[in-house]
């Protein structure tokens, strides 16, 4: 495997080069927002709120929005105040309707609880890191010239320097087990070595790629 030997970054397009070098002002150091409440109770992720819970206790000046509290209305709300975003929950990625791809968190305060990419567009963030600990949420559609329309670019556009994000429906555990590690890795590495590092130790507990490699970093790294 590649990432015995390197430490890995992508970029979507040689466009977004000139999302990554904007001015921040983060107020925050970590969001963190897991398990929303969903319509529909098979949706829970527990896995998701025990990886979130476990985050919080790492990182000083930390925001920890559970349950209803991981909605859509107060993403909005406090999203532009943290240096690290960790959204913890349900993506789905729309191939007819790239601008519809969403991330699934809590409705309510006039949201519906779809945050979509056409919607992060018009969003102003600060974040450094963004993590989608989500399913499919690194997919996109290649639109007009080398543009790539999906959840990473919209946190692109929307002012995030890096996101971690996935390829494929992810499993709940190795994800929280993948998690607690990269940030634990985070506290003294750069996004692209947190997270080889931890896919190598998530490896050890989770052998198949499947649980372990799904995820990537784009932008700076």
């Known amino acids: 495997y590649l990432v015995d030997s390197f430490d890995l970054r992508l970029l979507p397009s040689a466009s977004v080069l000139g999302y990554l070098d904007k001015e921040r002002r983060p107020t925050l150091d970590l969001l963190a927002l897991g398990n929303p409440k969903l319509e529909d109770p098979s949706m829970d992720l527990p896995g ?110 929307a002012g995030a320097s890096s996101v971690i994000a996935s390829l494929w429906p992810v499993a709940d555990d190795a994800t929280a087990h993948l998690m607690e590690r990269f940030y634990a890795n985070l506290a003294s590495m750069p996004p692209v070595n947190a997270l080889r590092q931890a896919q190598l130790d998530t490896r050890k507990a989770f052998p198949h790629p499947v649980f372990w490699s799904a995820f990537q970093v784009t932008g700076r790294g």
């Open 48 to 157: 998701a709120e025990r990886e979130t819970r476990l985050i919080s206790k790492r990182w000083q000046g930390t925001n920890i929005l559970l349950r209803e509290h991981a909605s859509e209305a107060n993403f909005k709300k406090f999203g532009a105040t943290a240096r690290i975003l960790h959204l913890a929950s349900h993506g789905e990625f729309n191939s007819a309707d790239p601008l519809r791809s969403r991330l699934l968190l809590a409705a309510g305060e006039g949201e519906d609880g779809d945050l979509t990419v056409r919607e992060l567009y018009g969003l102003k963030l600060n974040a450094e890191v963004v993590t989608l600990s989500a399913c499919e949420t690194a997919l996109g559609e290649v639109a007009n010239g080398d543009d790539v329309i999906g959840l990473t670019r919209g946190f692109f556009f």
